[in-house]
Nanobody, 124 residues
Framework: EVQLVESGGGSVQAGGSLRLSCAVSGLTYSSGCMGWFRRTPEKERERVAV???????IYADSVKGRFTISKDNARNTLYLQMNSLQPEDTSMYYCGASTSWYCSSGYPGWYTYWGQGTQVTVSS
């Protein structure tokens, strides 16, 4: 059984930092993609950052230069370091995993496995 468990969310003021973690079991990175997603105001999931099948990373334009995705293969854990947080970053953040051939695009529809989410709230 594949399980993804996020942690590290919380409330910060604008300009602050948070680091999200996603502990993965039942799946190894070598078999696909891992990434971070969040809910838009329209309740759709959007890509924040993804590590593709070839190890390359993709970021949403809105977070480039501020967020960094990384993974610890020994711990089977995915991270998202978020710096210079802004109120518009407020959302529920989800860890996702996929074994789809197309998962490197970061399109949420290709992702099968999801964590329960962790809330990030940024106040101005």
């Amino acid at each position: 059984e594949v399980q993804l468990v996020e942690s590290g969310g919380g409330s910060v003021q604008a300009g602050g930092s948070l680091r999200l973690s996603c502990a993965v079991s039942g799946l190894t990175y070598s078999s696909g993609c891992m990434g971070w997603f969040r809910r838009t105001p329209e309740k759709e999931r959007e890509r924040v950052a993804v590590v593709g099948r070839d190890g390359r990373t993709i970021y949403a334009d809105s977070v480039k230069g501020r967020f960094t995705i990384s993974k610890d293969n020994a711990r089977n854990t995915l991270y998202l370091q978020m710096n210079s947080l802004q109120p518009e970053d407020t959302s529920m953040y989800y860890c996702g995993a996929s074994t789809s051939w197309y998962c490197s695009s970061g399109y949420p529809g290709w992702y099968t496995y999801w964590g329960q989410g962790t809330q990030v709230t940024v106040s101005s």
